[in-house]
């Protein structure tokens, strides 16, 4: 089984065994001392194992893993012959960019659902009250057929659910307006730290994440972060997101020949430095959990402090270089790093840390029986790819021929609850619109039936400035009675009505 040389030194080298890779580690040390080149060693010897891996680039340095290195010029030509590799040749790695907002790479997304309302609930910093509405309201989803694809989506559910505090309070169980406005409010903040682009359709399938090429070298995922990281939020979410789909989906592999996957996450201190008690916890969890899985994490930071230290003490593969003690602070992450390695009576590792020059690091992986090997001071070797940043052009060209391009480049909008709950208001207005309707016709015909009932009575019995027909009838009928005439025809009505002769 092939190894993956980290460094020599003159009596002897470092190499990260394949059997202990899901070991997790850890690479450290001061801005400019060579953590970037470190990590693309460790990312290009998985890759020639055939071991997919997943990096973000903090910087846009990795990037260079994509293009091959140029000629050795003298210093490198001294260096190679100093690490002893006579059979170095410059050589590209299979590379797919990736990017949250689309720019640099392929867009990558995930569903609200997906998330799910206990990890939203950790990112936005909820308190168990408001996670417990958070969890209601994606019940009432469930139970209604509403897919949560987007924000907007859920922004329209948190909307229905204030307007309807009391139905669902009475089925699911009591939740309030000022929570549901809280989480609101939390949910602004995402949006503002930029999630918008990350939730939606098409998502991530992380078998895409998994992939060999032709050759059966492992893909190397390269995930732009340079404006990522400036949204602790949101770098946070996609983290824990892309750990803990991991960890659900895989099955239990116990301790393979070498890793499944290997994650990589440079400037791992913006991870942790908001990041909520319930988010510590939460990474913790899944970094102690995962090496089940077949799958190695592995953190880039400046001080080795920069990690809580629960989940340091799971990193059992380190790589430290060089440590600047300029403040109280820097001497005691000094001190601090020194401690972590298994001794070496050799080396003063205390002192070592402050003098390792640019490329030097100190290191240690985990031998046979998974026990760390005693710290040694080497020089990194140097990877087959071109060290820096690409060219657009160069970037482009890489994206062409990346083979999901066509299943994510493109977003896609279905009918979900922000549609369909705005389909339910439409047809409510408009049912009610009807209703109106009916009962104004209603109306209206009472009231021409009430209009001409009128007009009939003021004909018959009149009003008060004109008479009506039966006073004008009575007025001309007493006038007639007057007559000889007239009291004959009122004897003969009379008569007929009371019996008597004519």
């Given at each position: 089984?092939?190894?993956i040389l980290?460094?020599r030194?003159?009596?002897?080298?470092?190499?990260?065994?394949?059997?202990?890779?899901n070991?997790?580690?850890?690479?450290?040390?001061a801005?400019?001392t060579?953590?970037?080149?470190?990590?693309?060693v460790?990312a290009?010897g998985?890759?020639?194992?055939?071991?997919?891996c997943?990096?973000a680039d903090?910087?846009?340095?990795?990037?260079?893993?994509a293009?091959?290195a140029?000629?050795?010029?003298d210093?490198?030509?001294a260096?190679?012959?100093?690490?002893?590799?006579?059979?170095?040749k410059?050589?590209?790695?299979p590379?797919?960019?990736?990017?949250?907002y689309g720019?640099?790479?392929?867009?990558?997304?995930?569903?609200v659902?997906e998330m799910?309302p206990?990890?939203?609930?950790?990112?936005?910093?909820?308190n168990d009250?408001q996670?417990?509405v958070?969890?209601?309201?994606?019940k009432?989803?469930d139970?209604?057929?509403?897919?949560?694809?987007?924000?907007?989506d859920l922004?329209?559910?948190?909307?229905f659910?204030?307007?309807?505090?009391k139905?669902?309070?009475?089925?699911y169980?009591?939740?309030?307006?000022?929570?549901i406005a809280a989480?609101?409010?939390?949910?602004?903040?995402l949006?503002?730290?930029?999630?918008?682009q990350?939730?939606g359709?098409p998502?991530?399938?992380?078998?895409?994440?998994?992939?060999q090429?032709m050759?059966?070298?492992?893909i190397?995922?390269?995930?732009?972060?340079?404006?990522?990281?400036?949204?602790p939020r949101?770098?946070?979410t996609?983290l824990?997101?892309?750990?803990?789909?991991?960890?659900?989906q895989l099955?239990?592999?116990g301790?393979l020949?070498?890793?499944k996957?290997v994650f990589?996450?440079d400037?791992?201190?913006l991870?942790f430095?908001?990041a909520?008690?319930?988010?510590?916890?939460?990474v913790?969890?899944?970094?102690?959990?995962?090496?089940?899985?077949?799958?190695?994490v592995?953190?880039?930071?400046?001080?080795?402090d920069d990690?809580p230290?629960?989940?340091?003490?799971q990193?059992?593969?380190r790589?430290?270089h060089?440590?600047r003690?300029f403040?109280?602070?820097?001497?005691?992450?000094?001190?601090a790093?020194?401690?972590t390695?298994?001794a070496n009576?050799?080396?003063?590792v205390?002192?070592?840390?402050?003098?390792?020059?640019?490329?030097?690091?100190?290191a240690?992986t985990l031998a046979?029986?998974?026990?760390?090997?005693p710290?040694?001071q080497v020089?990194?070797?140097?990877?087959?790819?071109?060290?820096?940043?690409?060219t657009?052009?160069e970037?482009?060209?890489?994206?062409l021929r990346?083979p999901?391009?066509?299943k994510?480049?493109?977003?896609?909008?279905r009918?979900s609850?922000?549609?369909?709950?705005a389909?339910?208001a439409?047809?409510k207005?408009a049912?009610a619109?009807d209703?109106e309707a009916t009962?104004s016709?209603?109306?209206?015909?009472?009231?021409?039936a009430s209009?001409w009932?009128?007009a009939?009575q003021?004909?018959l019995f009149?009003t008060?400035?004109?008479?009506g027909?039966?006073e004008?009838?009575?007025k001309?009928?007493?006038?007639?009675?007057?007559?000889?005439?007239?009291?004959k025809?009122?004897?003969?009505?009379?008569?007929?009505i009371?019996?008597?002769?004519?």
């Open positions: 089984m092939t190894e980290i460094g030194n003159a009596s002897t080298s470092v190499s990260l065994d394949p059997r202990y890779g070991r997790h580690g850890m690479i450290a040390g801005t400019g060579g953590k970037s080149v470190s990590l693309m460790l290009e998985f890759s020639k194992l055939g071991v997919p997943f990096l903090a910087k846009g340095d990795l990037a260079g893993l293009m091959a140029g000629e050795p010029g210093k490198l030509k260096r190679l012959a100093t690490l002893q590799l006579s059979d170095w410059g050589q590209a790695n590379v797919i960019f990736w990017d949250i720019r640099l790479g392929h867009p990558v997304r995930a569903t659902s799910g206990t990890l939203l609930g950790r990112v936005m910093a909820l009250t996670e417990g958070l969890e209601v309201v994606f009432v989803a139970d209604q057929g509403l897919l949560l694809l987007d924000l907007a922004r329209a559910l948190l909307r659910a204030a307007e309807n505090t139905d669902i309070s009475t089925r169980g009591l939740i309030s307006k000022s929570s989480i609101q409010r939390a949910l602004l903040q949006e503002n730290d930029g999630a918008e990350f939730f359709e998502a991530l399938e992380l078998i895409d994440l998994m992939r090429d050759s059966g070298r492992g190397i995922n390269v995930l732009a972060a340079d404006q990522l990281i400036m949204k949101l770098y946070s996609f824990l997101w892309l750990l803990s789909e991991l960890f659900e099955p239990e592999v301790d020949d070498q890793p996957m990589f996450f400037e791992a201190h991870l430095d908001d909520s008690p319930a988010l510590l916890q939460r913790e969890q899944v970094v102690r959990l995962i090496r089940s899985k077949g799958v190695g592995y953190f880039c930071s400046q001080n080795p990690v230290g629960n989940i340091l003490g990193l059992g593969n790589i430290q060089a440590l003690a403040t109280p602070r820097d001497q005691k992450s000094v001190r790093a020194a401690e390695f298994v009576p050799a080396l003063d205390t002192a070592a840390i402050t003098k390792l020059a640019v490329g030097e690091a100190l240690s046979k029986g998974g026990v760390p090997t710290v040694q020089l990194v070797t140097t990877p087959g790819c071109r060290i820096g940043a690409i657009e052009a970037r482009a060209t890489v994206r990346s999901v391009g066509a994510y480049d493109t977003a896609i909008n009918e609850a922000a549609e369909m709950l389909q339910r439409d047809d207005a049912e619109a209703a009962a016709g209603q109306g209206d015909a009472a009231e021409s209009k009932g009128g009939v003021d004909a009149g008060k400035r004109r008479q027909m039966i004008t009838m009575g001309q009928m007493m006038r007639t009675v007057g007559s000889q005439i007239g009291r025809i009122l004897r003969g009505v009379l008569g007929g009371f019996g008597g002769k004519r």
